[in-house]
């Protein structure tokens, strides 16, 4: 049975960082890229950040890109995602999805599997 686990999440002031977690089991984590979702209330889910297992080359949604980090520890089977100048239009639930794919990553519809999300807030 496939569990993705996040963590990290939680409420910060604008200009603040998190370091979200996200566990995997049941898996070959290795052999799966890991991407990293976000869900604002009232919107829809939105792309964030990935990873790919095969060459762990990164790529982000524009809006974080030069304050967030996507990276992985395999040998720990988890992957991170560094947010630093947080703003309040980061406000959402942050979800973990794991896919074989190495392309079309930004879809979540090619995702594998997922987690139940963790809730960050960034107050103005």
């Known amino acids: 049975q496939v ?8 409420m910060v002031q604008a200009g603040g960082s998190l370091r979200l977690s996200c566990a995997a089991s049941g898996l070959t984590f290795a ?15 939105e792309f ?6 095969s060459d762990s080359s990164t790529y982000y949604t524009d809006s974080v890109k030069g304050r967030f980090t996507i990276s992985r520890d395999n040998a720990k089977n988890t992957v991170y995602l560094q ?3 947080l ?9 973990c999805a ?12 090619n995702m594998d599997y997922w987690g139940k999300g963790t809730l960050v807030t960034v107050s103005s």
């Open 3 to 10: 569990q993705l686990v996040e963590s990290g999440g939680g």
């Open 31 to 45: 052999r799966y890229s890991m991407v990293w979702f976000r869900q604002a209330p009232g919107k829809e889910r």
């Open 48 to 53: 964030v950040a990935t990873i790919r297992w």
């Open 83 to 85: 947010m630093n100048d």
């Open 87 to 95: 703003k309040p239009e980061d406000t959402a639930v942050y979800f």
């Open 98 to 109: 794991a896919s074989g794919r190495v392309f079309a990553l930004t879809r979540a519809s």
